[in-house]
């Protein structure tokens, strides 16, 4: 698998990493599936793994799935979540924090430690000093580096105009923008991917598949979206031709739509099995698109380039939508 260098860390990385959101006991796959798909992962080449406290048990699932594991790799989690209630101005609540993800991974240092979701202060508020974006968090991972405790601090957010300032600090070595950067959505390159480039910040792509959205064709696309405005509909439509032209799948299309932009170090995959990992290291191994590919998908983006006021976050293909303010993430 090619390997790329993960911004200022100087990590030597795959540029597919293994996304833990759904490496997990909960759904219908279970744990021994998750653990395999894990595995098999790292076999074919996949040496970053990206967990948070806040997915499920996905790092006691993990610990469980690298014991024992003969090939190298690095591991990433997050701060935020835990322990509940959770208090984001509490620094000792935070070391706590990582203890436990210390002792559910069965480590004894993470590898890259990510500020989960600091662009939304809805979520989680972790700035005293909304100026220079300073707050308990900032002095902890002072901390947490000094006693080598972690190697490397990131950010991981899922807004395309709120992280860059946080960016601008320089604090930090690596950024994980999620929902912002696909084949259809490409809101990151205004301002993430820019100031990542000036920090010399390592890029890493969440849901490249924009949370399913973009992993199978959805029928709601013919048969009527309301939650989708009609150029997103028409957007849809013209990809999925464009696709049958070239024949291509939607994950092929989209994970090595990734690869083919150097600035991308790593693109999470969201795998829930071993032949899930398989797919999606073929497609990647299948190399960057072509320049006239990308051309063509460049033109299909650019028919929405910004995402509608009032289109759901997360999209309800296959679930029920209840209007505005009830699809949530």
């Not at 069965?106 to 000093?129: A, C, F, M, N, Y």
């Not at 220079?132 to 080598?148: I, R, T």
Request: aromatic share 8%; net charge negative.
């Amino acid at each position: 698998m090619e390997r790329r260098i993960l911004g200022r860390t100087g990590l030597e990385v795959g540029v597919l990493g293994m996304g833990g959101l759904y490496v997990s006991s909960v759904g219908d796959r279970g744990r021994d599936e998750a653990c395999r798909a894990v595995r098999r992962a790292l076999e074919l080449g996949v040496n970053y793994v990206d967990t948070a406290p806040s997915y499920a048990d996905s790092e006691e699932v993990l610990g469980l799935a690298l014991e024992g594991v003969t090939q190298p790799y690095y591991i990433a989690t997050k701060l935020g979540g835990r322990p509940q209630p959770f208090d984001a101005q509490d620094k000792d609540l935070l070391r706590q924090s990582v203890e436990e993800s210390l002792r559910l991974l069965k480590r004894d240092s993470i590898d890259i430690l990510l500020v989960h979701e600091p662009d939304r202060p809805g979520q989680h508020d972790w700035w005293t000093d909304y100026d220079n974006f300073h707050g308990p968090v900032c002095d902890l991972l002072n901390e947490l580096k000094a006693e080598g405790v972690i190697r490397f601090t990131g950010l991981g957010g899922t807004t395309a105009y709120q992280l860059p300032p946080i960016m601008a600090t320089g604090s930090y070595d690596v950024v994980l923008t999620a929902f912002n950067y696909s084949l259809l959505w490409r809101e990151s390159t205004i301002s993430i991917f820019p100031e990542a480039k000036r920090q010399n910040m390592g890029i890493i792509i969440g849901s490249p598949l924009q949370q399913g959205a973009l992993s199978k064709r959805h029928p709601q696309i013919e048969t009527g979206a309301r939650w989708l405005s009609p150029p997103r509909q028409e957007q849809f439509k013209r990809l999925y031709a464009f696709l049958d032209e070239v024949e291509l799948s939607l994950p092929e299309a989209a994970l090595r739509m990734m690869v083919s932009n150097p600035e991308v170090s790593i693109v999470l995959t969201g795998a829930r099995s071993v032949e899930e990992v398989e797919q999606n290291v073929r497609a990647i191994e299948a190399g960057p698109l072509p320049s006239d590919v990308l051309a063509r998908l460049d033109e299909i983006a650019d028919m929405v380039p910004f995402r509608p006021c009032e289109e759901p976050f997360g999209l309800p293909f296959g679930r029920a939508y209840k209007g505005p303010g009830h699809a949530g993430r």
